[in-house]
């Protein structure tokens, strides 16, 4: 069956452009991450959605990091006025159970590198 | 101090060879532990979740001493595909919260022949 999806798969941004990355998540999962991860590093929490309620942003570097999923299904996460430490992977999960307490299924990640 | 600490590697290892990483985690209150395996420019995968009573799937062992924050991989048999980085996890599971995964960077492993 289908996976997590992720687009676009590789994002080249001007320092101080907006952006939009998005997630579809596995039909019926309720809950979605996003995770940002830096060269060399692990995934790192971004924010957290059980259907169309975000639940926790706390992960959130800036308020120009924004996530939304009006429906309970695609999710975006935008960025805006990009700066360079911003260049990372953006990491969706999802997960059938409440909380994501169950196994977490990530996708492919968006790459962004802001030049 | 980072939450989940691991050693980076590289560790290069011969086929066949027996290999074992290492993970430690601050939050003592922790509920549930996992290993993830990460290919090159790939997403995470879950290789398998970590049980307070040790659990084996084929040639991967795992363990989890709670008294020392403390948690291990062990590969038997490495094959070349075992070629990968691998992500100790941890879930704080606070009462009312996500399940924020908690990542280590990952130790790196590359088999050779």
């Known amino acids: 069956g289908a996976g997590v999806s992720q687009s676009p798969r590789y994002k080249v941004a001007k320092r101080g452009q907006d952006v939009a990355l998005r997630c579809d998540p596995i039909s019926g999962h309720v809950s979605l991450f996003w995770y940002q991860q830096a060269l060399g590093q692990g995934p790192e929490f971004l924010t957290y959605?059980?259907?169309?309620?975000?639940?926790?942003k706390s992960g959130l570097p800036s308020d120009r990091f924004f996530a939304e999923r009006p429906e309970g299904s695609v999710s975006t996460l935008k960025i805006q006025r990009t700066q360079q430490e911003d260049s990372a992977v953006y990491l969706c999960?999802?997960?059938?159970?409440?909380?994501?307490?169950?196994?977490?299924?990530f996708g492919p990640g968006t790459r962004l590198t802001v030049t | 101090r980072k939450e989940v600490e691991q050693d980076p590697g590289p560790f290069n290892v011969p086929e066949g060879a027996t290999v074992a990483f290492n993970c430690t985690y601050s939050n003592s209150a922790s509920q549930s532990f996992f290993w993830y395996r990460q290919d090159c420019r790939k997403e995470p995968k879950l290789l398998m979740s970590?049980?307070?009573s040790g659990n084996e799937d084929g040639r991967f062992t795992a363990q989890l001493n709670r008294a020392s924050q403390y948690i291990s991989l062990l590969i038997r048999d490495s094959k070349l595909s075992d070629s990968a980085t691998y992500l100790c996890v941890v879930n704080p599971w606070e009462t009312g919260t996500a399940s924020k995964l908690t990542f280590g960077t990952g130790t790196r492993l590359q088999v050779t022949l």
């Open positions: 959605f059980q259907n169309e309620a975000q639940l926790d």
């Open positions: 970590v049980y307070s």
């Open positions: 999960a999802s997960s059938f159970s409440r909380q994501g307490a169950g196994e977490q299924y």
